[in-house]
């Protein structure tokens, strides 16, 4: 992703607080949502081209990661969700490491396996499947390879 793209910090003040807080303490600060992992999300604004960063529940499974569209069980999908469809090169921290990856919506069985994984690592997951009233989205991401 390019980095010289201007930040647009989110106007939530929670969310723009954990976000500047983890990725300036490479991961040790701001770590968690209830007690569980977080990682952050950068992706390019689908409207504005800034960068957008968004800390999300961590779901990672033998080296691959997802990101979950729940935006708290709400009826409509996160801002991240269409710059995310727009733009799916996007930077991953996870503690110190940051990398790029290529992202891509799952469905069908992989959805099923990653949902899973999801609701293990987060139980509340479960319960936005009622209030969301909407498919909850879900991507995977691949890691870009040095040099793409």
């Known amino acids: 992703m390019t980095i010289d793209r201007e930040y647009a910090p989110s106007p939530t003040d929670w969310v723009r607080e954990q976000a500047d807080a983890y990725e300036a303490s490479n991961g040790t600060e701001a770590a968690d949502f209830q007690g569980i992992p977080i990682v952050l999300l950068t992706t390019v604004g689908a409207k504005s081209g800034k960068l957008r960063k968004s800390p999300l529940i961590r779901i990672e499974h033998e080296g691959q990661y997802a990101v979950v569209a729940s935006n708290g069980g709400q009826t409509s999908h996160p801002a991240w969700y ?16 940051r990398r790029e990856y290529v992202a891509r919506q799952v469905d069908g069985a992989e959805y099923g396996q990653w949902w899973q994984r999801g609701v293990d690592v987060y139980s509340g997951f479960t319960g936005y499947i009622d ?3 909407r498919t909850i989205p879900i991507f995977v ?8």
């Open 82 to 97: 269409g710059n995310i469809v727009k733009n799916p090169r996007v930077t991953l921290q996870d503690g110190a490491e």
């Open 131 to 133: 209030t969301a009233n």
């Open 141 to 148: 991401l691949s890691p870009v390879e040095d040099g793409a």
